[in-house]
C-alpha cells in the first residue's frame, strides 16, 4: 500500500508542476478560442463587458499562458465566478481544470462536482465529462449505469459526441445490455449531428466523424473517407484527429504504413494539443526503436504524457519496465502502471494483471491479478475480460481462486463484444464443448462466437466455424459450401491467420470433394500455407501449379510466398527455413514454379545451413553425397554430417551412419545409430533393427531387431511399423497373428508408408486381421504401393484385377511384368526381394514355371539371413508344390535351410525341419545362426518421396533404397 501511495504522490507532483507545461501557442484561427476541455479550437462569441462569458474568455487566456500576467490561479478565479453566475462552460472548465490537476492538485470528486453542475446547467460536455469519471472507476468504483444516464442526457439534449459515447456502450454492453439495433440507430443519430457540426470546421467533430467512418459505424466503412475527416480535424487543431491519423499511418489502415508520419502526427497531437494519448504514441514508437531519434527525448515526453493525464502514465511504466531510456525499476515500472489503471486506463489494468500473475515487480497472486483482469474488462478492455474468463475457467488453487465455468463464459462473451477475438474463441470452444458451466454441448450457438471470431481476423475461429458448418453441427444440416468458404477466410486472415484453414479448403478445391473442383483456388491455398509456414505447403502448391497448368500469376505468386517466408524479419515473426529448404529442392530440379538452378540449390541449402538451420546442413550433404546437381564430393558430404552430428543433431549422426554403412563402415555406423535410437531418432531405431536383423555392424540378433523396429513405430516410424507387421504375418519371432499384423500395416500406412497400404491392402482384399472386405480401397493402396516400387504390390494388383475379369489382359501383363523387373533390380541390393523374384519363378509369374530356379534364389536369400528364402527353399526340398521331376527332393539340404529360419524363431520352420529330419514334430527353434552378412524381413520397397517428407526428399531413390528402410526427418 505505501508504495502505491508514494506513485500516487509522484504522479500528482507532475500533475502539479504541469502548469508552464501547457503555455503552447494553440493555432486557433482568428476568433477561435482554444477549449481545453474538448482539446479543440471553438468559435468566440461576442459577449457584454464584465458577463459571466467575458471572464470564461478572460480564464482560458490565463490557463493557456497567453493573457499578460498570465496566472493559473487566476484562470480558476475567474472560472469559478462564471460558473457561480450559471455559465456551465464555465463549470466544465473547472471540471477539466481539477480533473487534470491544471495548477491544482488533481481531484477526481471535485471534477465530477463541477462536471455535474455545468450538465444541470445545460452543458453537455459538462455531462460527457461526469460520465467520463463515472466510466473511469477514478472514483474507486466503476458506474457505467450513471455513465449511461448522462450520456443518454446529453445526447437528447443535441449532442453529437454523447450519442456517439451512447452508441459505443449498447454496443459493448457497458451498464447496459448489448443492444446492436440500438447502438446502430445511435450512431447515425451521432453522425448525422457530428457531420454538420465537422462541415462548419468543428474539429472534434471531424475527429469522431472519422473514427465512424474507420469503424463503420452508422456509415458504411470508408478508410478513405477516414483518413480525409482526421486530416480535416487535425488541421483545424483537433488533439483526437491528429492522433487518429497517427494510428492509420502507424498500422497501415487505408494508407501505405509511414512510421515517420504517424510520429509526426503523435507529437503534434501531444506537443500542440496536449493529447496525452499523442504523447503516449509518439513514445512508444521511440520506446520500441521503430524510428530514430535521441532517446533523452523518451523520458520528457512520458513524464509529459503522465503530467497531461493520469490515464497515460502507463507509458513511465513502459520504458522503466523494459530500462528503455532510463534504468530499469520493475517495482516503479507497476507502480506507474497501477495509477494508470486507477485513473481509469483499461489496458493498465490489463497489463497489472499480467504483472501480478507472473510476479514481474509485485508479488504473484492470480486472485489479484483476475481482479486487475476484471477492472480492465470493466473500463472496456476486451482482452482483459480474456484473461479473467481463462483464469476464471482454469482456477488457481494457490490463490485460492476457484474454477467457475459459468462466470468465465460471461466475462468471455464480454470479451468477444468488446472485439478480442481470443474472447469469442474460447467462448465458442465452451458451448460447442459444453465446458460453459451448464454441461451441455451447443455448437449452434457455438458458431455465432466463432463467426465472430472469423470477423475480427482470428483464422482459428474461423476453421472452428468451417468444421461446424462441414459436419452439421452450426446448422443441422452439412453445409461444405460455407465451411469452404470459412476455412479461405482463415487462411487469409488479416490478424491471425491459419494454416489448416488453407490446406482444408485447399484438399477440398483440389480434389473436388463436396465442392466444385478448382485447381487455381487450391494453389492460391496452399501458396498462403506457404507463405505462413513453408516447407511441404510450398511442395504441394507447386505441385498443384503443374496439375492445373495454372500460369505465370500462379507461379510468381508461388515464389513470392516461398521468398516471403524464407527471408522475413525477425519482427515479423522470422525466416522460415523449411520454406528456404523447399526453394533448393525445386530449384535442384525444376520445378512448375521453379526454374532448375542446381548452383542456386545448393548455394541456398549452405547459407541455411551456415545460418544453423541444420537440416539444411544434413540435406547439403546428401548432395555432395550423391552428386544431386554438383560433383560428388563424399569428403564435403562427410563434412556435413559430422560437424553437425557434433553440434547434437541427431538426423545428422543419422545420416552420418548411412554414410558410413554405404562406404561399408558398417560398425562405426553402428555406434551413431545407436546413439540416434537412444535418443528418440525412429528412423535411427528402425535401421539398427535392420543391422541386427541382417547382421550388418553388429550381433545378429532377430529378438533385438524385433524390438527396435517396435521402438521406432513407437516413435512414428512408418517403415518400424511395417516392418514389425512383417514378422507378425509370417511368424517371425512372434506366433504368426493376421490382426496384429494387419493394425500395424494399417499404422505404417496412416503415417505415409505406400508400403504399409501395399500390404494393408492384402487384408482388404480378403477381409481378414479384422479388416472389412473391401476391394476397391485394397486396390487403390495396391496401386499406390506399386507406383511407389513394390514388387508385391504390383503383383497383388495384377491378380486382382485379373481375377475381376474387367482389366484388359495387356494391362495385367504389364503389371506382373513390372513386379518382375521391380524385384530382379531390388534383389541385388536386398535379400528380401531375392526371395520375392524367387516367389516369381516358383508362381510363373511374368516367367515360367521354375522350381529349380526358386530354389537357387531362395536358398540365395537365406544364405543373406533372410527367413522367408530359408522356409521357401527348405518347403520345395522338401517337395511341398513341387511337380514332378522338376526339383529332386533333398531333406538333408532342406533340414540345412529350415534350421535357419527356425532359428529366426518361425515355428513352422522348425516342424519342417523335423520332418526332413523324419521326426515326428517339435524341434528346437533357437538353433544358433553364425552372424554374417545377411537379410531381413524389414521392409525394402522404396517409394516416391512424398509432400509430406519433402525435407529429406534430396536423397535419391538410390540412397534411400540402399538399406531397405526410408530417410526420415
Known amino acids: 500500500m505505501r508504495s502505491l501511495v508514494l506513485a500516487v504522490v509522484a504522479c500528482l ?14 493555432p486557433c484561427p482568428s476568433g477561435e478560442v482554444w477549449d481545453p476541455n474538448r482539446g479543440d479550437c471553438a468559435k468566440k462569441k461576442k459577449v457584454k463587458r464584465q458577463s459571466p462569458e467575458e471572464k470564461y474568455y478572460e480564464a482560458l487566456e490565463h490557463l493557456e499562458g497567453s493573457a499578460k500576467n498570465a496566472s493559473i490561479a487566476r484562470a480558476i478565479e475567474l472560472f469559478e465566478d462564471a460558473c457561480e453566475r450559471k455559465l456551465g462552460a464555465a463549470c466544465t472548465q473547472l471540471g477539466f481544470v481539477h480533473l487534470r490537476g491544471r495548477g491544482v492538485a488533481a481531484d477526481a470528486r471535485k471534477a465530477l462536482e463541477h462536471y455535474e453542475r455545468a450538465c444541470k446547467l445545460g452543458d453537455t460536455d459538462g455531462c460527457i465529462g461526469a460520465s467520463d469519471i463515472h466510466g473511469s472507476g ?8 450513471r455513465a449511461v444516464k448522462l450520456l443518454d442526457q446529453a445526447c437528447t439534449a443535441g449532442s453529437g459526441r454523447g450519442c456517439h459515447g451512447l452508441a459505443g456502450k449498447y454496443q459493448r454492453a457497458l451498464g447496459v445490455s448489448e443492444d446492436a439495433a440500438r447502438a446502430a440507430t445511435l ?193 472496456g478492455e476486451g482482452l482483459g475480460c480474456t484473461w479473467a474468463g481463462k483464469y476464471h475457467f482454469w482456477g488457481d488453487d494457490a490463490s485460492g481462486l476457484a474454477k467457475q465455468p459459468a462466470r468465465a463464459f460471461e466475462l468471455l462473451h464480454l470479451g468477444c463484444l468488446r472485439d478480442d477475438h481470443e474472447a ?86 483440389r480434389t473436388g470433394d463436396r465442392a466444385d473442383k478448382d485447381l487455381a483456388a487450391a494453389a492460391r491455398a496452399y501458396t498462403r500455407a506457404c507463405e505462413l509456414e513453408g516447407g511441404d505447403d510450398c511442395m504441394t502448391a507447386d505441385t498443384i501449379i503443374g496439375e492445373g497448368g495454372l500460369d505465370a500469376d500462379a507461379q510468381a505468386a508461388l515464389r513470392l510466398a516461398a521468398d516471403t517466408a524464407c527471408t522475413r524479419p525477425d519482427d515479423q515473426g522470422g525466416r522460415i527455413e523449411t520454406a ?54 563424399e569428403d564435403k558430404a562427410r563434412q556435413y554430417f559430422a560437424t553437425t552430428c557434433d553440434a547434437g543433431y541427431q538426423h545428422a549422426c543419422f545420416a552420418l551412419a548411412n554414410f558410413l554403412n554405404a562406404t561399408g563402415k558398417e560398425k ?113 493402396h495396391y496401386t499406390a504401393a506399386c507406383n511407389a516400387d513394390s514388387p508385391e504390390a504390383c503383383r497383388s494388383l495384377a491378380e486382382l484385377l485379373e481375377r475381376g475379369g474387367r482389366t484388359a489382359h495387356s494391362k495385367i501383363a504389364q503389371l506382373k511384368q513390372r513386379a518382375l523387373d521391380s524385384a530382379k533390380e531390388q534383389s541385388e541390393r536386398n535379400p528380401y526381394y531375392t526371395w520375392v523374384l524367387g516367389t516369381f519363378h516358383r508362381d510363373g509369374v511374368a516367367t515360367v514355371k521354375d522350381a529349380a530356379k526358386a530354389a537357387e534364389l531362395f536358398v540365395k536369400a ?94 535419391l531413390v538410390w540412397g534411400i533404397r540402399r538399406h531397405g528402410r526410408r530417410r526420415r526427418r
Open 13 to 26: 507532483a507532475l500533475a502539479a508542476s504541469a502548469s508552464t507545461a501547457h503555455a503552447v501557442k494553440r
Open 138 to 145: 477514478v472514483l474507486g468504483k466503476i458506474d457505467h449505469a
Open 187 to 379: 450512431y447515425k443519430q451521432a453522425f448525422g449531428m457530428l457531420e454538420g457540426e465537422c462541415a462548419k470546421g468543428v474539429g472534434a467533430s471531424c475527429a469522431l466523424v472519422g473514427s465512424m467512418y474507420r469503424d463503420g459505424d452508422g456509415v458504411t466503412q470508408d478508410l478513405t473517407r477516414a483518413r480525409e475527416m482526421f486530416e480535416k480535424g487535425c488541421a483545424g487543431a483537433a488533439g483526437d484527429a491528429c492522433y487518429y491519423l497517427a494510428l492509420l499511418y502507424e498500422y497501415g489502415n487505408g494508407v501505405t504504413i509511414d512510421l515517420e508520419l504517424a510520429y509526426q502526427h503523435y507529437e503534434r497531437a501531444c506537443q500542440r494539443y496536449d493529447h496525452p494519448d499523442g504523447c503516449f504514441g509518439a513514445g512508444a514508437l521511440l520506446a520500441l526503436g521503430s524510428i530514430t531519434r535521441d532517446l533523452k527525448v523518451l523520458e520528457p515526453m512520458a513524464q509529459r504524457a503522465c503530467q497531461l493525464s493520469q490515464t497515460r502514465c502507463d507509458l513511465l511504466g513502459f520504458i522503466l519496465g523494459q530500462g528503455i531510456g532510463v534504468t530499469q525499476d520493475l517495482p516503479a515500472s507497476a507502480r506507474w502502471y497501477d495509477v494508470a489503471c486507477t485513473q481509469g486506463n483499461g489496458v493498465a489494468c490489463r497489463v497489472m494483471g499480467d504483472k501480478t500473475s507472473n510476479g514481474t515487480g509485485v508479488s504473484v497472486n492470480a486472485s489479484a491479478a483476475v481482479k486487475y483482469w476484471e477492472k480492465a474488462c470493466e473500463l
Open 424 to 509: 469469442c474463441q474460447w467462448a465458442g470452444e465452451l458451448l460447442t464443448l459444453g465446458t460453459d458451466g451448464t454441461g451441455v454441448a451447443d455448437p449452434k450457438r457455438g458458431v455465432l462466437y466463432f463467426d465472430a471470431g472469423c470477423s475480427l481476423g482470428r483464422g482459428q475461429s474461423c476453421s472452428w466455424a468451417g468444421d461446424l458448418y462441414d459436419d452439421g453441427r452450426a446448422t443441422g444440416a452439412a453445409d461444405p459450401a460455407t465451411a469452404i468458404r470459412n476455412w479461405e477466410t482463415g487462411c487469409f486472415a488479416t490478424v491471425k491467420p491459419e494454416v489448416f484453414g488453407c490446406r482444408q479448403a485447399g484438399a477440398r478445391r
Open 580 to 633: 528456404c529448404v523447399t526453394i533448393a529442392y525445386l530449384q535442384r530440379n525444376g520445378s512448375s514454379a521453379f526454374t532448375k538452378d542446381p548452383r542456386a540449390s545448393i548455394a541456398g541449402l549452405e547459407a541455411s545451413c551456415a545460418r544453423g538451420y541444420h537440416h539444411a546442413c544434413v540435406l547439403a550433404g546428401e548432395v555432395y553425397q550423391f552428386g544431386l546437381g554438383v560433383v560428388t564430393n
Open 668 to 780: 562405426e555406423a553402428f555406434g551413431l545409430l545407436t546413439n540416434a535410437c537412444n535418443d528418440g531418432h525412429p528412423s535411427a531405431c528402425n535401421v539398427l533393427g535392420f543391422s541386427h536383423y541382417t547382421a550388418r555392424g553388429a550381433r545378429w540378433d532377430i529378438a533385438e531387431a524385433d524390438r527396435l523396429y517396435a521402438r521406432a513405430c513407437e516413435l512414428g516410424d512408418a517403415v518400424g511399423c511395417s516392418n514389425v507387421g512383417e514378422l507378425y504375418q509370417y511368424g517371425i519371432a512372434h506366433e504368426p497373428d493376421a490382426a496384429k499384423a494387419r493394425e500395424l500395416y494399417q499404422k505404417s500406412c496412416e503415417l505415409g508408408f505406400q508400403g504399409g497400404c501395399g500390404r494393408l491392402a492384402y487384408y482388404l482384399e480378403r477381409g481378414e486381421g479384422g479388416a472389412t472386405k473391401d476391394e476397391a480401397l485394397a486396390e487403390q
Open 862 to 955: 537365406c544364405e543373406g539371413y533372410d527367413p522367408l528364402g530359408c522356409l521357401d527353399a527348405g518347403r520345395l526340398y522338401l517337395g511341398h508344390g513341387v511337380e514332378d521331376g522338376s526339383l529332386p527332393r533333398n531333406p538333408e539340404l532342406a533340414a540345412v535351410q529350415l534350421d535357419k529360419a527356425c532359428a529366426a524363431n518361425v515355428g513352422e520352420a522348425c516342424k519342417l525341419a523335423d520332418e526332413a529330419r523324419g521326426k515326428g514334430g517339435g524341434g528346437d527353434a533357437t538353433v544358433p545362426l553364425t552372424p554374417k552378412k545377411g537379410g531381413c524381413a524389414c521392409d525394402t520397397s522404396s517409394s516416391s518421396p512424398s509432400v509430406e517428407h519433402l525435407l529429406w526428399m534430396l536423397a
